[in-house]
């Protein structure tokens, strides 16, 4: 059963609906909600998406509205903010892995003119080609991290069913050379 299939008969307000319809595979142009959406990513790892579904806001606030200057500056007392956060998970490795990324992201930025601009420069790649660049570069991104990442913000293909409503939604907002 797809992600589509499955919260079609939930109702309007399920997290899963809610995600499903409003973000999951959505392009983003932020440079911080791409960011956000990484680290919601890497947490889900071991865990249901459910649970990061439920702890989306805590996300949120906890990591400073996923700036990515601001994480990037995070000292061991931020550390330590987060590790006693109960909203979020409070996982060293994870939060050590967001710390990271967000320098990381930096100088992508630098280089790239945005963390959006390396992506899209990188379109051409399959799945085994993300999956390797961003384990050169990221903590905490494995294969099935990296191919969620990029399924939930429009760079792979993948995210929802043909005869979704939500994906002809999702498919007006891109650029043609995106479409798959």
Wanted: aromatic fraction near 12%; hydrophobic fraction near 35%; proline fraction near 2%.
């Amino acid at each position: 059963m797809s992600y589509c299939e499955y919260v079609d008969s939930l109702p309007l307000d399920n997290v899963h609906k809610i995600y499903h319809d409003t973000q999951y595979g959505f392009p983003l142009d932020s440079d911080d909600e791409l960011f956000g959406r990484l680290l919601l990513e890497i947490n889900q790892a071991g865990l249901s998406w459910n649970t990061i579904l439920n702890k989306q806001d805590n996300f949120r606030r906890a990591y400073s509205n996923y700036s990515i200057e601001k994480v990037a500056s995070y000292n061991e007392t931020e550390i330590a903010r987060l590790l006693s956060d109960e909203g979020i998970i409070r996982n060293r490795l994870k939060i050590n892995a967001a710390v990271h990324n967000a320098k990381v992201i930096i100088d992508l930025q630098n280089e790239f003119g945005s963390f959006k601009n390396w992506l899209d420069s990188q379109r051409d790649l399959n799945l085994e080609q993300w999956v390797k660049l961003f384990k050169k570069h990221f903590k905490f991104t494995g294969g099935e991290i990296t191919k969620e990442f990029l399924m939930s913000t429009g760079y792979l293909t993948g995210a929802h069913i043909e005869r979704c409503v939500i994906q002809n939604k999702i498919l007006s907002l891109k650029p043609a050379y995106i479409r798959n």
